[in-house]
């Protein structure tokens, strides 16, 4: 089994949508939760960082972190075609660095 | 002016032959990073160099070496390629508590 969960897709929706993306974890370890943004033939950039449990708004973008259920999602907020790319939560425990990714959602959002 | 660069962006060269991708940071970051990633989006880690130190090495053939020669640069090299290690190949950065900056990716392809 994966340390880390996440449905590759795609999805796809129209412009102006309500996007949630999911994780789900096996390690209670984990601390600090990222998403980050992928675009086609580009490298991964950070979109959201969460420590711990709770909400964090970004302007369109809402990282939610639930360790008790061991899940994290992003919502994107009148999603735009430009937001199309893939999305992938990694997640980190409190000492070290490594991180452990998702497989990755590809996001197409339709004009 | 690039954070993380590397280089070349494109390799193609035939099985059996050596080939190396050059890594290098302008943000100050201790710790650097190889990732690859399959055609499935999935980001695995290879190494990982703390200061010139190798702290991470997962389980990857002893083919691929890396070389840290200061704390801004890290390259990796590969010895006797194979058709599947065709991948696109990430460097990344970070500093101890923040999530990482990656390059643009080297995309290997074994003929």
Not at chain 1, 87 to 111: D, H, I, K, W
Not at chain 2, 34 to 58: A, C, G, P
């Amino acid at each position: 089994q994966k340390e880390v969960e996440q449905d590759p897709g795609p999805l796809s929706v129209p412009e102006g949508a309500i996007v949630s993306l999911n994780c789900t974890y096996s390690n209670s370890a984990f601390q600090y939760f990222m998403w980050y943004r992928q675009y086609s033939r580009k490298g991964p950039e950070l979109l959201m960082y969460t420590y711990s449990s709770g909400n964090k708004e970004d302007g369109r973008f809402t990282a939610q972190v639930d360790k008790s259920s061991k899940y994290i999602s992003l919502f994107i907020r009148d999603s735009q075609p430009s937001d199309s790319a893939t999305y992938l939560c990694a997640m980190r425990e409190t000492s070290g660095s490594r991180l452990t990714f998702g497989e990755g959602t590809q996001l197409t959002v339709n004009p | 002016d690039t954070a993380v660069s590397q280089t070349p962006k494109y390799l193609v060269t035939q099985m059996g032959n050596d080939k190396s991708i050059k890594c290098e940071q302008n943000l100050g970051h201790d710790t650097m990073y190889w990732y690859k990633q399959d055609s499935k989006k999935f980001l695995k880690i290879m190494f990982s160099y703390n200061n010139k130190e190798l702290i991470i090495n997962e389980t990857v053939p002893n083919r691929f070496s890396p070389k840290s020669p200061d704390k801004a640069h890290l390259n990796l090299h590969i010895n006797s390629l194979e058709l599947g290690d065709s991948a696109v190949y990430f460097c990344a950065s970070s500093q101890t508590t923040f999530g990482y900056t990656f390059g643009s990716g080297t995309r290997l392809t074994v003929v």
